[in-house]
């Protein structure tokens, strides 16, 4: 009989068992109507989560996935039990947010390694009084509780409710997380960003209108992530008036609670960004990522949910990447990078470097030699958090914390160009026809909308394509003051602020693709379960090429062959 576990969320419940082989983002990798793993890389795409004992390493990807486990809890959807191996805050966030506001309990179990391995190895699983139970297996769980913390006494004077019922469960959802997280001890942070305003599913809007009903008021300087629809616009685009409508609410819901209007899924773009050292409170996968990586700033890839809760609160757990420790590399990587590559080759490296670190902060060696502009390393971090769970990377030489010398249990993987080529295959289908060229996840910089019009000079987007570039407002009104927005406006290009490719459905997704080119590597992993399009991935000239033309060379680049 094992004698260790921690129960994070739920009680009594069974089901048949389904094994990950790797972590999953439910977010993008998960429907949100039947429950079935719609990502069309992982090992276990088609099967269904719904009312099973799900076991991975941890998830991955998108603070987003937090919402689509309320989402399929609120349509009695939801995984039986969630058992973790390593630490995990995405769908343990959604699962007590589910519990504690909407009375939906999803169970969340984390076991050691040993006991782990043994669980997965059985049919069946059930948490009973207790325990974790299955045939020849018997562990105890102990529930979490956060009595276990040290607390202020403004802490403790919010979790009494006297602040009003709705900062009583932003705090309460906080402690908790940092049980979960084996942290003791909260701490200020300084500025938030909330990632759950996009419209993908009902709960969003639910549990934001919850909130704001309850009183929410955020407590610190908060920014918006991108969300559903053009706001300004939409009711002119053809979109559905319910969908319009909703969208608007799900917005109008967190501008109430006093979040800034930014709606981008860039806000290190703004003016005003994070300092190298400054504590955050974000959420956005790809803006925590950069954030750390690249900025120096800290913060944990806040789960969505949690993000409001920390901004109401103004209160985080000091754990993880807020700490010196848990910005250490455990996994070095050796990078090789093909010959002659062109600016494709970071959204791929970011790509496979996610990849071989599914669960830890990796250092990247051999890269020294290179330059990589703001926008490389911000496509890097993007596709890097669409295939790993940690909250930032460190490149040698080059990211700012690089020197920082790694976990004394690191190990070390290589990364060279036959990975590269399989990588391209991987996210390359086999078409050479294009009806839609779509740039801008995450957001495009003002140097992008350059970079396009400088390689759009003098030529026209052919009538048989559509290219529609995704910009936050901020930039969108310094591309307009420069006259760039127009020139490319002129040749076919369209602009829609406030929304990324993530989110977009038709009909400003162009219900005639068949298939779609991009130069993200997050988009390109997501597309296809999102969209259900083929999807063709290349830098920035070869879109350019293909919206003049409407082709794209069935061969991968010299480079990369």
């Not at 969209?531 to 003049?548: D, M, P, T």
Request: hydrophobic share 45%; net charge negative.
């Amino acid at each position: 009989m094992f004698d260790a576990g921690m129960l994070l969320a739920g009680g009594d419940a069974s089901g048949s068992i389904l094994v990950c082989d790797e972590g999953l983002s439910f977010w993008g990798g998960v429907d949100p109507g039947n429950g079935r793993i719609i990502d069309a890389h992982h090992p276990q795409v088609g099967a269904t989560v719904s009312g099973k004992v799900v076991m991975m390493p941890t998830s991955r990807g998108s603070c987003s996935g937090s919402g689509v486990l309320l989402e399929l809890a609120l349509s009695d959807l939801a995984p039986a039990v969630l058992v973790f191996e390593e630490d995990e805050e995405v769908l343990t966030l959604g699962a007590l947010v589910s519990e504690r506001i909407f009375e939906q309990p999803v169970t969340v179990v984390r076991l050691p390694s040993e006991e782990y391995t043994a669980l997965s190895e059985k049919r069946e699983a059930r948490v009973s009084g207790g325990r974790l139970i299955a045939d020849g297996f018997d562990i105890a769980i102990k529930r979490a509780d956060v009595n276990s913390l040290v607390l202020t006494d403004a802490d403790r004077a919010l979790l009494s409710g006297r602040s009003g019922a709705a900062k009583q469960v932003a705090i309460e959802i906080v402690c908790l997380m940092a049980v979960a997280q084996g942290a003791g001890v909260l701490m200020d942070v300084s500025r938030g960003h909330i990632d759950g305003c996009i419209l993908a599913h009902s709960a969003n809007l639910i549990f934001a209108e919850k909130m704001a009903e309850m009183g929410a008021k955020v407590a610190i300087p908060t920014t918006i992530n991108a969300i559903s629809v053009d706001r300004e616009n939409w009711s002119t685009q053809g979109v559905d008036e319910d969908f319009g409508s909703r969208a608007s609410r799900l917005a109008d819901a967190y501008v109430s609670m006093g979040a800034q209007q930014t709606f981008t899924c860039a806000p290190y773009l703004l003016d005003d960004r994070p300092e190298r050292g400054e504590c955050i409170g974000w959420s956005e996968s790809n803006a925590v990522i950069f954030a750390n990586s690249v900025l120096g700033a800290r913060t944990p890839k806040h789960p969505d949910y949690l993000d409001l809760c920390i901004a109401m609160t103004g209160r985080a757990a000091v754990s993880g990447v807020y700490t010196e420790a848990g910005r250490k590399a455990r996994r070095v990587v050796e990078v090789t990078l093909p010959a002659g590559a062109d600016d494709a080759v970071w959204p791929l490296l970011g790509w496979l470097a996610g990849k071989v670190s599914p669960d830890r902060v990796p250092l990247l060696v051999g890269l020294q030699h290179t330059s990589p502009s703001a926008d490389d390393l911000k496509a890097l971090c993007a596709a890097f958090g669409t295939m790993s769970g940690a909250p930032m990377l460190h490149i040698r030489g080059i990211t700012p914390e690089s020197g920082l010398k790694a976990s004394d249990d690191a190990d070390r993987v290589s990364i060279g160009p036959q990975d590269f080529a399989d990588a391209w295959r991987e996210l390359n289908a086999d078409e050479e026809a294009v009806e839609l060229v779509a740039i801008g996840s995450p957001h495009v910089s003002l140097d992008e909308v350059r970079t396009l019009a400088a390689l759009l000079e003098g030529r026209k987007v052919s009538d048989a394509v559509e290219v529609i570039v995704t910009v936050g407002r901020e930039v969108l009104a310094a591309g307009r003051s420069e006259g760039v927005v127009a020139v490319l406006e002129r040749q076919g290009v369209r602009f829609l602020p406030d929304i990324c490719w993530c989110s977009i459905t038709e009909p400003l997704f162009p219900s005639a693709t068949r298939v779609l080119m991009t130069n993200s590597g997050k988009y390109a992993h997501y597309a296809f379960g999102l969209s259900g399009r083929k999807v063709r991935f290349g830098g920035l000239a070869a879109c350019s090429e293909a919206a003049v033309t409407g082709r794209v060379s069935g061969n991968a680049p010299t480079w990369i062959t």
